[in-house]
């Protein structure tokens, strides 16, 4: 199993946005880890949200990521978001987020869907959550995320300032209790880790809680937001946001109606 996964370098993918962001995935992790890591270059210092599987070195493939004294936000404690936090010397997490002792630590498929609580129906999990490896002793059937305490709290309401932009944490507990989400009032710009994507949204995993999540969504459809930087996915604009909200918040209250 191990050795039919070919090796394929570079292991990362690099994409310029608009507005000074860079987006980094990926590609050969299975949809349901690929997970964005984004770059906010600032005037003072940068800040990237989020960090990958943590299967290869970041720092070697994509040193920019390193540059200008970054600031790094973990958005909340899964594998697919904090697997290469430990390369970082400045680690902002939400006191409520477990980035020393996460649950889930495997990309073997089944194991990892027990781990999370994840019950995916007829969905079968694959046996391996990648499509290649990132170097040739890399064993996915032994590969273990690193724990990683957080070097500082993040808090809602507070700021990060990289000069001439600064975002404010939003905290938004549902997906998992200690979720965070970035906000820039000057541009809309939503980095939204879990918390929203243009998928499934994951609201029955261990630590998930879906009447706090439907607040956490009701709070970000009440912004003027205008594009969001998901956890997983392409960004889409505030309007996509709101739908995917409206939908989300119409299931849940179908779900709670009598008869159910
Ligand atoms: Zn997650």
Redesign the pocket.
Known sequence: MTSSLAVIRPWFRKRECADGIVRVDEPHVHEFLRANIWLIRGETRNLVVDTGLGVAALREEVPELFAGDPVLVVT?A?L??MGSAHEFDVILAHPAERTDSPVGDTVVGPLLASQLGLSLGDEAMPEVLLTARPHPDFDPLVHRLRPTPATGDLLDGETIDLGDRILTALHLPG??SG?LALYEAKTGALFS??VIYDDVL?DD?HGSDRGAYANSLERLRALPIQTVYP?HGDPFSGERMREIIDAQLREWAAMRAPGR
Do not use: N
Request: aromatic content about 0%.
């Open positions: 909340h899964h697919d978001h997906h998992t979720s880790g879990d994951l995993l956890g």
